[in-house]
């Protein structure tokens, strides 16, 4: 996706929270926090990504803006900075691209027996219009290597994963330190798309074996991130729901951005592990790859002295599988454990970096930080 393709963040609107307000009604009080709200009772002209939740919704506007290259501003009304409203209307980019949803799903369904074989990027490429003709310089050039996408063949000199995660553990300080980690305390900037790429002050607080919280303190108000080990949601004025639960995917995904510093978690959490090798930045990684049955895999890279560098998971969504890329760097010795000072997360919608500049550990949290968030109110300064 291009650069600056959301521009400044759209605030989320009053209708959108009346939206939000009906429909909890409409569940009643116990149904509160069981069943997220469908895009449809979000938004206000969806006719065909019906009755996925708006995480999700979000994702398939992550997989069109990264099959075709085009902005969310492309697409959609071009005066859209201020407000999700004008995203409802209609253009002729979005009409096009309804089509291209009926036709892929038919395929699908007709050739693929259901199965989401055909997406908007088995065609376009990362192209707003597909190619026809065959290029001659990618036939004779030696094929993009994209660590992203690795397939794992039987490899009888690939370690087995046990060695790859006791280098790890080895790396990180040693079985005793590691397992002493139980939860972390953070200080940092943070940069992304919704803060226009300006540092903000960020917290974060993490928790054995899985809990996880990021407070972003953007100009538009806070935004905030919390995996309770169970459940998770973001609470941020400029997503299109003031409360905006994780489901799926996204929910396995904050799942393991909690428990990645927990190794011997990490370790338990799939039944299967494979090992392989790749480079990235001309740097040879071990990867291992963590599967589960029914769910996406998950990939995980280390470099020569055995630290997680990259974590590579994905979200599937009802226009195919897209991924999210995590990088970690700048490892540094915090109470005899090794923690990473520098995360980069990349996604199909955006891109972020937090810088920390100082880690607690085993500093004592409260547990109203994992708590469900309040929903953010509408945003401060625009
Ligand atoms: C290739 C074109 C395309 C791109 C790029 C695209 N969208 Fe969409 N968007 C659509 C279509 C089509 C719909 C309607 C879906 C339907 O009818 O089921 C839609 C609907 C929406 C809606 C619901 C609006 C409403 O109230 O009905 C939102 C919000 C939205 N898009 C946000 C985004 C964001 C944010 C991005 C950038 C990450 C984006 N879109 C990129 C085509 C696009
Ligand atoms: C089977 C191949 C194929 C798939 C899959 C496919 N497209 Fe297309 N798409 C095309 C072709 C071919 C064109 C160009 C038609 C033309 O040149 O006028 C096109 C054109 C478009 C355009 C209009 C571009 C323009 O500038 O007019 C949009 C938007 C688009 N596709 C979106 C999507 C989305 C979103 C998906 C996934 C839901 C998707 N396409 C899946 C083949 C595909």
Known sequence: MKFGSRQRFVSATASVTVCLFAVAIANGQAGQAQRPPMAEEVFKNVQILKGIPVDEFMDTMGMFAAATSLNCTSCHASDNTTTWDKFAVDTPLKQTARRMMNMVNAINKTQFKGVRSVTCYTCHHGDQRPKIVPSLIVQYSAP?????????????????????????????????????????????????????????????????????????????????????????????????????????????????????????????????????????????????????????????????????????????????????????????????????????????????????TEIQTNAPIDSAKFARPAPAPPPKGD
């Open 144 to 356: 993009l290597e994209d660590p992203n996408e690795i397939e794992i063949l039987p490899n009888a000199k690939a370690p087995p994963a046990d060695e790859v995660f006791a280098k790890y553990i080895q790396a990180l300080g040693g079985a005793a330190r590691v397992g002493n980690l139980t939860s972390f305390v953070a200080k940092g900037t943070y940069s992304g798309y919704e803060t226009d790429l300006a540092r903000v002050p960020v917290e974060v607080y993490v928790k054995a074996p899985a809990q996880r919280t990021m407070v972003v303190h953007a100009l538009f108000g806070d935004s905030v991130r919390v995996f309770d080990g169970q459940a998770g949601w973001v609470a941020s004025a400029d997503k299109p729901m003031p409360l905006m639960p994780l489901t799926g995917g996204n929910l396995e995904g904050a799942k393991l951005e909690a428990m990645v510093f927990f190794p011997s978690q990490l370790k338990q959490a799939f039944s299967q592990w494979r090992v392989t090798s790749a480079s990235i930045d001309d740097r040879e990684v071990q990867v291992l790859q963590g599967t589960n049955p029914r769910q996406p895999p998950v990939n995980l890279y280390f470099d020569q002295s055995g630290l997680l560098v990259r974590l590579v998971r994905f979200v599937d969504t009802a226009v195919g599988r897209v991924p999210t890329q995590v990088d970690y760097a700048d490892y540094r010795d915090v109470g005899g454990t090794k923690l990473p000072f520098k995360w980069t997360a990349t996604w199909t919608d955006g891109q972020s970096t937090a810088e920390l």
